[in-house]
């Protein structure tokens, strides 16, 4: 039986990690020439908190999650610039990136919005060629990046880590020798290695453990009591031996959820119901593009929990269809006729949100004869909405329920533009 | 939370449970075109003008300074950012924290910017103050009546 999935092979593999420095940040600056070496900060959805910080803002001293409406005088003095999220940008310019990485390895993974890993078992000269991505990387899209190597994706992880930290190797940092490493550079903490998260830290800190070279020289058996496989996993990947093979692979999701929080507190039943059906649609459009239909609607209604002297209500309730479906006007009717069951009057609601669950796949339906509506009529309905909001503009075509007065949106006072995205929006060069 | 099933029984009876194909398509009847086997795909504006997509972006022109290569005020022209600039490319470069369209050449060892209109009132720009983003491969320009 086998504990964890180490290679039968002989041949040593090598993974690169890279990840884009201060990605939104620096998403805000690819079209911003003015901005190239000032701080610039983005907010989170509704301009709640800090979610990216350029690294003249970190010099700052401005902290990741900091909530942006307690200091905004302090912003305002040193001369920060400050962007509300643009996720439309950031989709696209992210898509760039690994566009150009996916030229430099058959085999890469796409961890998050910023970061991918490369299999790059076979080439030679592998610093060298990190360095050659990086440079390719910056000048076609003009985002910088870190690039970590190692012989396990947990080592590159760890190389990219002190890559960017201690600013070695110019970006590109190859982890071949961990006590060479930690002499050179000093102790690493535990909680620095990926997968370790604060739990598993607090176990191994309080068996005295603290640093990875304290991790590395523990018992095999004691780990794997510990920390499960999971753990034994990590452990041996820092060891050199590859555990965790590259997913190349998006595997279809088991359960779709839109929500959001309002942008000012809606007490009205039709304002809600506006914004219920606007994620009904968005959840909808997300299982027809993995081609899957749902059974099982969940909605929700809450208030605001922090705002603990106004009173609270906080309700659910899901919904068995009678047969499974992927049209946004089937959703939204019984998304409706939900939160009519659980709305109450009187209560300044914060956020709703649809979870569509019971997923199966769209080519594994069996008709119904007894159906209330046209399935082939609202497949071809559904197939021109998605078409014309994804050619023209998101929530082009909208169904009656979904409104459009829209008094939830989202607290966006500074986004920038949309500048690959929209034919109004793109950047102008001047001939003067 | 609450499970509401909604009312099943108007739906399945638990006696019939057969399942009987439903042919959904319908099926065309008449002449089939005699083109079908040569059918190619139609040229396209996005192959010829993007070459390398995860490098090309679209920039709008302000300003006639290069009036003389073609590129006018209000043009929309496709910059790629992979593309080697030549001598005499046309380019978008970053100068004094904006973008700027100019010619680069290179001479006696050193890099300028040039404009390229049909008198000489704007300047040519040096060396250390510039940096390329990117190479303009196309120029679209609009002749519709406005």
Same mark, same amino acid.
């Given at each position: 039986m086998y504990l964890c999935d180490t290679y039968a092979e002989e041949k040593m593999k090598y993974f690169a990690l890279v990840d884009c420095n201060s990605f939104y940040a620096s998403c805000e600056k690819v079209f911003r020439p003015d901005l190239a070496e000032r701080p610039v900060v983005v907010l989170s959805n509704n301009d709640g908190c800090i979610i990216a910080r350029s690294s003249e803002a970190k010099a700052l001293g401005i902290k990741m999650g900091?909530? &942006? &409406? @307690?200091?905004n005088n302090f912003f305002i003095r040193n001369g920060i610039e400050v962007f509300s999220a643009n996720f439309t940008l950031y989709g696209d310019l992210s898509n760039r990136v690994m566009q150009v990485l996916s030229g430099f390895s058959p085999d890469i993974e796409v961890y998050s919005i910023d970061e991918a890993f490369l299999d790059l078992t076979g080439f030679k000269n592998l610093t060298d060629y990190a360095k050659q991505i990086k440079i390719s990387v910056e000048r076609k899209t003009h985002i910088p990046v870190s690039i970590g190597l190692g012989t396990t994706k947990t080592l590159a992880k760890l190389a990219n880590y002190l890559a960017k930290k201690h600013k070695i190797g110019g970006g590109c940092y190859f982890l071949e020798d961990m006590t060479q490493a930690v002499k050179k550079h000093g102790s690493i903490l535990v909680n620095e290695v990926w997968g370790i998260g604060n739990k598993n830290a607090k176990k191994l800190n309080r068996r005295g453990v603290y640093t990875v070279e304290d991790f590395m020289k523990l018992p095999e058996k004691w780990v794997y009591k510990e920390m499960t496989v999971v753990g034994l996993r990590i452990y041996r990947e820092l060891h050199g031996k590859p555990c965790i093979p590259l997913e190349t692979n998006i595997s279809d999701k088991k359960a779709i959820m839109t929500s959001r929080s309002f942008g000012k507190p809606l007490d009205k039943l039709s304002d809600i119901e506006d914004a219920l059906c606007t994620f009904g649609a968005n959840a909808a459009e997300k299982l027809r593009k993995q081609a899957s239909c749902t059974s099982l609607i969940t909605i929700f209604l809450e208030t605001n929990?922090? @705002?603990? &002297?106004d009173p609270q209500y906080k309700k659910s309730i899901t919904i068995k269809l009678p047969m499974p479906t992927d049209s946004t006007l089937v959703i939204n009717q019984y998304a409706s006729y939900a939160l009519k069951k659980i709305y109450k009057e009187g209560f300044f609601y914060k956020k709703t949100g649809i979870i569509l669950t019971d997923l199966s796949s769209k080519n594994a339906q069996q008709s119904m004869l007894f159906i209330k509506h046209d399935t082939v009529k609202h497949d071809k309905l559904m197939a021109v909405c998605d078409r014309l909001n994804g050619k023209y503009r998101r929530n082009l075509v909208k169904t009656a329920l979904e409104g459009t007065k829209k008094s939830f949106k989202m607290r966006q006072e500074s986004k920038s533009k949309a500048y690959t995205t929209k034919w109004s929006d793109i950047p102008v060069v001047k001939a003067v | 939370m609450t499970l509401i099933p909604l009312k099943p029984n108007e739906f399945f009876s638990e006696k019939t449970d057969c399942k009987i194909p439903f042919f959904v398509t319908p099926i065309m009847a008449g002449f089939p075109s005699p083109a079908n086997d040569f059918l190619e795909q139609r040229v396209s504006a996005d192959e010829l003008l993007i070459e390398n997509p995860a490098s090309t972006y679209f920039f709008k022109v302000q300003g006639d300074s290069m009036e003389k290569s073609g590129i006018l005020h209000d043009d929309i022209i496709v910059v790629d950012s992979a593309a080697k600039a030549f001598n005499n490319a046309v380019v978008v470069a970053s100068v004094d924290n904006d973008f700027t369209l100019k010619r680069i050449i290179k001479k006696g060892g050193k890099y300028f910017l040039k404009a390229d209109s049909f008198d000489d009132r704007y300047k040519t720009i040096q060396n250390a103050n510039f940096k390329v983003w990117g190479v303009c491969t196309y120029v679209i320009h609009t002749l519709k009546k406005k």
């Open positions: 900091e909530p &942006y &409406y @307690k200091r929990i922090f @705002k603990v &002297y | -």
